[in-house]
C-alpha cells in the first residue's frame, strides 16, 4: 500500500496522481498477479483511471471486458472511451429490457450494441453491467477474456465476483472504499466472519482469498476542494488518506445578489466563503419527512439561484454561472427526497437534482444541500448511522456543502452508542458511523447558522 508524503514535506498533486496512476498501469499490463486492486477518494479520477487502462490493455493487443454496476456507470463509460479515442472498437451489452442503455450510444460509430456476448466477440472492449454478465456461460465463448475491469468494485458483492469470475483470467479491480456498502435485500448474519460472506464486497472477498495482491490507491481528489478534502480525508479514510488537487484560493463562489440577512442567505454566505455551512433548527424530534427541514432545504436552493451565483475555479478562471443542473440535494431516504422536490416545485425550481445517497455516489455538482440523516430523530439506527451514507452527502461538491439538521444530534449519539452485535472473523470498519459522525459535526459546528422557522 502506498503511504501519504511525510507531513511538511511539498506535495505536486499532479506528480502524485501520475506516479500512482503509472504504477497501478505497470501491475496491470506487467504484473504476475491475477489482480491489482486500486483504492479511490472521491472524485480521484476512477472513471479516467478505468479508460485509461482499458485503452492501454486494447493497444497492447489485450482484448478485455469491464465490469460496471449500473447500465448508466456503463453507458459514461462507453461514451468516454468513445471521447478519448472515437476509433476504439466497443461492445455495448444490453439487457432486453425496453430502452437499456442511453440513445446517446446510438450516434456512436465504433460501438457495437447487442444482448448476446457472441455477437461482440473480437472487440476490442466489451462493457456491461456485473447482472448481464452473470448471464454469459464461460462455455458458450471461445476462450475467457485475458483482463477484465471492474469499476466500483466495493459497491459490487462478492456473490456477483463469483458469477462472473469465469469469465477472465486477470483483473482491474478500482472503487471507492468510502462509499456504502453493497446492498442487499437479505440477511447475511449466518455468513458474517466467513470468507466467502456472498454480501460481503468483491474487494474484501478477493482480499481475504488473495491477500498478497498488489493494492494501490489515488493520493488526490480533483472533485473535493481545499476546504473539505482534509475532513473528509480524516473522517472517512484514516488509513487511505488523500488531499486535494487544489489549494486554498483556487476555487471561488461569489453572488452578485447581497444577503437579505435570512438563515438561508447567511448560511449560503457562510459556506461560499468556508466551504461548509449548517443551517441549524430547534431540536425536536420529526416525522422523516420533517416539513419545516424540507422548507429550509427549498429555500436555500431558491436563494442559491435567485442570488446570481458564479464560480471561478482552475478549471476556468472566467465566472461561470452557478445554474440548477449544477446544484443538488441529498437525502438518506426516498420519501424525504420526494418531499424535498414536492417543495422545491412550490418555490418554481424544477431542474435541480434530488436524490437520495445511494443514487447521488459518483455525481459531482457545484453546490450540494444536504438533509442530515440523524435530523430530528429520536434514535441512531444503524441505517443512519452507516459511515459510507454520511461520505456519499459530504464529498459532492466541487465548491461547498450545506447542511440543514435540527440541533441535538451530538447529544443524540453521545445516547444511543452503537449496539450492533460484534462478530467473530469480521473486520471492525474504522471509523465507524458514529465517530464519523462525531467528527462531522465537530467541524459543521464552526460554520453553523441558527434558524427558527416561522
Known amino acids: 500500500m502506498q503511504l501519504a508524503p511525510p507531513a511538511g514535506a511539498s506535495f505536486d498533486p499532479g506528480a502524485e496522481a501520475a506516479r500512482a496512476t503509472e504504477a497501478i498501469l505497470h501491475d496491470t499490463l506487467h504484473g504476475t498477479h491475477r489482480g491489482v486492486v486500486v483504492d479511490s477518494p472521491p472524485g480521484a479520477g476512477k472513471s479516467t483511471l478505468v479508460v485509461r487502462a482499458a485503452r492501454e490493455l486494447a493497444a497492447a493487443g489485450r482484448p478485455l471486458m469491464v465490469i460496471a454496476q449500473t447500465n448508466a456507470q456503463v453507458d459514461d463509460l462507453v461514451l468516454r472511451l468513445a471521447e478519448k479515442d472515437p476509433e476504439l472498437p466497443v461492445g455495448r451489452l444490453h439487457s ?12 456512436l460509430a465504433n460501438v457495437r450494441k447487442s444482448t448476446k456476448a457472441g455477437d461482440l466477440a473480437g472487440l476490442d472492449v466489451v462493457i456491461s453491467t456485473a447482472a448481464k454478465w452473470a448471464h454469459v456461460k464461460a462455455d458458450q465463448l471461445d476462450a475467457p477474456w485475458g483482463h477484465a475491469i471492474v469499476d466500483e468494485a466495493y459497491q459490487m458483492r462478492s456473490d456477483a465476483l463469483l458469477a462472473v469470475a469465469g469469465l477472465f483470467e486477470r483483473a482491474l479491480f478500482v472503487g471507492d ?13 449466518q455468513w458474517a466472519g466467513l470468507s466467502y460472506d456472498p454480501s460481503a464486497s468483491a474487494v474484501a472477498t478477493l482480499l481475504a482469498h488473495n491477500p498478497d495482491l498488489p493494492q494501490h490507491r489515488l493520493p488526490v481528489s480533483w472533485r473535493l476542494p481545499a476546504s473539505a478534502a482534509p475532513l473528509v480525508s480524516d473522517a472517512f479514510y484514516p488509513y487511505t488518506p488523500f488531499r486535494s488537487g487544489t489549494g486554498p484560493g483556487d476555487r471561488a463562489l461569489r453572488f452578485a445578489v447581497e444577503s437579505d440577512g435570512s438563515g438561508a442567505d447567511r448560511v449560503i454566505d457562510e459556506a461560499a466563503e468556508s466551504g461548509w455551512g449548517l443551517l441549524e433548527l ?10 419545516e427541514a424540507v422548507r429550509a432545504l427549498a429555500q436555500v436552493v431558491r436563494r442559491l439561484l435567485d442570488r446570481g451565483g458564479a464560480a471561478t475555479s482552475e478549471r476556468d478562471p472566467d465566472p461561470t454561472p452557478l445554474t440548477a443542473d449544477r446544484i443538488a440535494v441529498g437525502t438518506a431516504h426516498r420519501d424525504q427526497a420526494a418531499a424535498v422536490r414536492a417543495a422545491l416545485a412550490d418555490v418554481g425550481v424544477l431542474d435541480v437534482t434530488v436524490d437520495t445517497a445511494n443514487r447521488l455516489q459518483g455525481r459531482e ?54 449496539t450492533e452485535p460484534v462478530q467473530l472473523g469480521v473486520t471492525v470498519k474504522f471509523p465507524d458511523g458514529w465517530e464519523a459522525n462525531h467528527a462531522v459535526l465537530s467541524r459543521l459546528s464552526e460554520h453553523r447558522v441558527p434558524w427558527q422557522p416561522h
Open 365 to 418: 455538482y457545484d453546490v450540494t444541500v444536504v438533509l442530515h440523516p440523524l435530523s430530528g430523530r429520536p434514535d441512531a439506527t444503524a441505517f443512519h448511522l452507516e459511515t459510507g451514507r454520511l461520505c456519499v452527502l459530504a464529498s459532492r461538491h466541487r465548491h461547498a456543502c450545506i447542511v440543514v439538521c435540527r440541533a441535538g444530534v451530538s447529544a443524540l449519539l453521545d445516547d444511543h452508542p452503537s
Open 282 to 291: 430547534p431540536a425536536r424530534n420529526t416525522p422523516r419527512t420533517d416539513p
Open 177 to 189: 472504499p468510502g462509499q456504502l456498502d453493497p446492498f442487499s435485500i437479505v440477511g447475511a448474519e
Open 96 to 107: 432486453s429490457d425496453p430502452d437499456p442503455y442511453d440513445k446517446a450510444l446510438d450516434d
